[in-house]
């Protein structure tokens, strides 16, 4: 889901943060930085605002988002005449080849991301560095420098960032009423992991793992030997930037480990085929055992899976770690969107949108984008808020469009949601004390390499997804139609179709210090 991303999950994402709300202040005195309250007296600042999504679907397809509720709030709030665009991501190439781009364009990545077309290169935004610096105080303060790098080019800022604090957001699911039956603990370590996955084939589990095609949100081993094949998963090897899947021990390992699970039926035989939507399936259906997701996932699993296995439980568990003591999963580039203002808008209406999106630090912000507007999707009784949680679908679609409007915040998770919602405690607490331990490192580029668009079958294609030539002869050994004691082969036909450019190139940008994005915990 990483990015994967729907206005959906940004949505999740966005009203997530929402740490320390509950100061005791009135509503009036919580709300606000001073520049909205002085700008209120003021003539309402115009302006149009794009953002992104990944679909065609929704609640933005069906209503007047310019005449809504939450439009209309947020202008009153916010002291602006707002109007609204939803742009899918695959077409905003064809919005910036037009010659009618909004006032403020919104993106899911970088700056110098895919979706954003040399946009940023070619001068269509203004740089914001002096602007934030005078009007928005809070946004100074708050985002971290790793997600103002993230949004900047040639070392000046573009983007108003949502980013992330804690980038390790994917976890490890297991049926523990599964688990219990077996009399067995969670397991530790890949022999451990192993063990539990025979003992629910015994018990009759179809699936014990949730395998699926490309060996996304299933590479728990490959994570466990830390040899993720991604994009951001370079590291420093004798003096070279080059991918973890250079690691021909752990990567033999690995891949070792994983035939073996294929060889006795412990996932799926036809995993390589296995659609996203499959494996969804699957899963809600009661017929896998462990499984990766995205922690935020915690409440579909809870509520589904027992609808189709009575007593199911569901927990998060420390990620089996392998011989060095690495496990867990790829950590996130630490933005996951941006907006950037258009060179052509007015300098004094850019500074009022610098406030507009410092504004979205506030409480006041937090507690409208979160529960909404008060008589009307919440109440307040004896001090606690009772929010009207979605029960259909197009209610829970319409909670995801106001929280997607929360443009820049603090996006690990909505920790004022989470106080309202039954298994809040225990994702804050899986996000605290187990994600927050676990999680892969790894050294990327913004912008991409150069070299990654010369040779497109050996450049990772996505923050999850590994390179064509890799994931292909990965598949073949798991299948046993290759000697996974070929690996080394492998490497060089990726350095002889493209990836001695790579290196070269990632290796002169990390020692240049041009565009190195660090994920995870910082390599010294």
Known sequence: MKKVTSVALVAVLSIGTLAGCSTGKTDQEQATPSSVTTAAKKAATKFSISYPTTTNTGYHTRVDINNDKWVKKLEELTNTDLTLRVTEVNKMGVLFASSDIPDVVGSLGTATDKAMSGSVEAGMFLPLDDLLKQNAPNLMKTVPKEAWDAVSYNGKIYGIPNWLENPSRR???????????????????IDEFLNVLRKFKAMGVKYPYGARENLKYADTV??????????EQFEVVNGQVVPKFFDVENMTKALNVIMIMFDEGLMAK????????????????????????????????????????????????????GPDGKGGYLMYQPVIGAHYISKNVKPETAAEIVKYFDW???????????????????????????YKEPTNKEEQEEQDHRGT?????ESTVNRLKMQTDPNGPYILN????????????????????????????????????????IMDHMIKMIYGKEPISDWPKVIEEYKTKGGNEIIKEATDRYNNKKGVLFLGKKQE
């Open 171 to 189: 976890a490890t699911f297991i049926r523990t009423d599964l688990l219990e039956k077996a009399g067995l603990q969670p397991p530790k370590t």
């Open 222 to 231: 490959l994570g466990a030997f830390d040899v993720l094949p991604y994009k």
């Open 270 to 321: 036809e995993f390589a085929t296995t659609t996203s939507t499959d494996w969804l399936k699957n899963i809600r259906s009661g017929d896998v055992g462990i499984w990766s997701s995205n922690l935020v996932s915690l409440n579909d699993f809870r509520t589904n899976i027992p609808n189709a296995v009575k007593d199911a439980k569901i927990d998060i568990i420390t990620s089996p770690k």
């Open 360 to 386: 979205m630090t506030s409480e006041e912000a937090f507690k409208f984008f979160t529960y909404g507007i008060e008589g009307d999707t919440y109440t307040v009784v004896d001090g606690k808020v009772k």
């Open 405 to 409: 409007l929360h443009s820049s915040h």
């Open 430 to 469: 899986a996000f605290d004390n187990i994600l927050a331990k676990e999680g892969l490192s790894g050294i990327g580029f913004s912008p991409n390499l150069e070299a990654d668009a010369k040779y497109p079958d050996a450049a990772s294609p996505g923050s999850d997804a590994a390179p064509k030539i």
